[in-house]
């Protein structure tokens, strides 16, 4: 597999880093996020509103890992030159398609839950889960490769 561009890199970076701030946001939506509370001690307007942002914030998300997994493919495929690296191409590639699968039954499952009234559970579970699955994913795929040195090329 051919070294990263410093292009490539740091646009693999720079979305990872967009990923970590769209779960951060979603967790500041959350005034109960640090609690074990549900929405107690929320009006209704919080309550929709957060509601309303759950919404928006799932698909906004699967959206732009959506874009990121084309990305990082796109690089990937430009970077295979053997067959070890066109394996481990279609490995990363079946990652992104089964994480994807997952994620889109994780939405419809807690966006059934904050409509039932558990908008803050939602959140803290949308947050804890997705942080665990693209951690874990990082961590066995992303980062062997994009650690390897770079091209000092653009």
């Known amino acids: 597999m051919r070294k990263l561009s410093a292009i490539e890199h740091r646009l693999i970076e720079d979305e990872h880093a967009r990923l970590d701030q769209l779960l951060q946001d979603l967790r500041e939506a959350c005034c109960n996020f640090g609690s074990v509370k549900d929405?107690?001690?929320?009006?209704?307007?919080?309550?929709?509103?957060?509601?309303?942002?759950?919404?928006?914030?799932?698909?906004?998300?699967?959206?732009?890992v959506i874009q990121h997994f084309r990305n990082e493919e796109k690089i990937?495929?430009?970077?295979?030159?053997?067959?070890?690296?066109?394996?481990?191409?279609?490995?990363?590639?079946?990652?992104?398609?089964?994480?994807?699968?997952?994620?889109?039954?994780?939405?419809?499952?807690?966006?059934a839950m904050s409509k039932q009234g558990h908008t803050a559970v939602a959140i803290r579970e949308?947050?804890?889960?997705?942080?665990?699955?693209?951690?874990?994913?990082?961590r066995t795929f992303d980062d062997p490769f994009i650690s390897r040195p770079h091209s000092g090329k653009e």
Do not use: P, W
């Not at 929405?39 to 914030?57: D, T, V, Y």
């Not at 079946?94 to 994780?106: D, G, N, Q, V």
């Not at 804890?128 to 874990?136: S, T």
């Open 39 to 64: 929405c107690q001690g929320c009006g209704r307007e919080k309550i929709a509103s957060c509601q309303g942002r759950l919404n928006s914030f799932a698909y906004d998300f699967l959206d732009f």
């Open 126 to 138: 949308f947050h804890y889960r997705v942080a665990e699955l693209f951690g874990e994913h990082t």
């Open 76 to 111: 990937m495929a430009g970077a295979s030159r053997t067959q070890d690296s066109n394996e481990y191409f279609r490995l990363h590639q079946k990652e992104h398609a089964r994480l994807l699968k997952e994620m889109e039954s994780l939405m419809q499952e807690l966006l």
